[in-house]
């Protein structure tokens, strides 16, 4: 009888044990989401980083550029634009023979950068002479 109270005690201190190290994983992740910036100047937006946000991939990688019927098309980030379009915040503003300029609308102020073809894609970069 003892050893029956016993194992029913055990059985519930490893439960309680086991809930509390599932509280404080779950505490811990939520806490490591919204931390505050250790760069902020004094004074400055007290707005916590959301390091989700921040893991977003914001690269631009052009892997090749054509031309069909006098029109450029490029590729990007595995996307075929052409003159006018957009891949995530960047405009396409001009397809060259080696590159494409692109705008960043989060920046209307801001002149368009010229990104070039990736040497190393698998895409040929296929242009006519002009």
Known sequence: ?????????????????????????????????????????????DR?????????????????????NQIFYAVVNNNF?????????WRVTEITNSGVFLKNENEPEAMPLRFLVNKKSDFKKQTNNE
């Open 81 to 89: 634009l052409e003159k006018g379009q957009k891949v995530g915040a």
């Open 1 to 45: 009888m003892l050893i029956n109270k016993l194992s029913r005690l055990c059985g519930g201190i490893a439960l309680l044990i086991t809930l509390l190290i599932a509280q404080f994983s779950v505490a811990i992740t939520v806490h490591a989401k919204t931390l505050s910036d250790p760069m902020r100047p004094p004074g400055k937006s």
């Open 48 to 68: 916590l980083v959301n390091t989700d946000e921040s893991k977003v991939d914001t690269s631009i990688n052009v892997t090749a550029v054509f031309k069909k």
